[in-house]
């Protein structure tokens, strides 16, 4: 049987570029912005709760989508791949942050902002790192910035970008009016 992978050429790339810049590693907790098919937050979970190890050293992923038919799409896809015990799926305005009041490791957006969302530099811990692409949500031209941003203290952020990109645009109370 031949396997077919989801992502073909660049959207399988970028997907290995954002894990590659967010310095994942076991026991981490990532929240995600934008879960469409649930297929990056699995392959997050591969790395900060992999299956072979001890699940007392398994980080998790928890990963909002504000679009309810994508939230229950991604979720059925998590659950049918194995992931249910490593990814929770939200249906909720990942821009404004996560309700749950715990701090992330990682904060992984998979959809252009127009500028790094307040409510998720609250949300990441000291020593963390924010990957996000930001940029006008229907340029054309390379207008999108792939931005990697470490959390140096509460106020202070190092944001450097990193690459051109093309993304769809962020919705939500600190994304893209529709």
Request: proline share 5%; hydrophobic share 45%; with cysteine.
């Amino acid at each position: 049987m031949r396997h077919t992978d989801p992502l073909k050429g660049s959207g399988r790339d970028m997907v290995f570029m954002m894990n590659e810049l967010l310095k994942l590693e076991e026991g981490m907790i990532v929240f995600e912005v934008g879960a469409g098919s649930g297929y990056h937050a699995a392959t997050v979970a591969e790395i900060v709760a992999p299956e072979d190890s001890p699940m007392e050293k398994w980080g998790h992923v928890y990963s909002a989508e504000i679009h309810r038919s994508l939230a229950v799409k991604a979720w059925r896809n998590i659950m049918e791949a194995g992931y249910a015990d490593r990814v929770s799926v939200l249906h909720c305005d990942g821009s404004s942050g996560f309700p749950l009041n715990i701090k992330a490791d990682r904060i992984l957006v998979t959809a252009a902002a127009p500028s790094l969302p307040k409510p998720l530099m609250a949300q990441v811990k000291i020593g963390g790192r924010i990957v996000i692409p930001i940029g006008f949500a229907q340029a054309l031209f390379f207008a999108q910035k792939l931005v990697v941003a470490d959390k140096i203290d509460e106020e202070k952020f190092n944001i450097r970008e990193v690459a051109d990109v093309a993304f769809v645009p962020l919705r939500g109370r600190y994304g893209w009016k529709s």
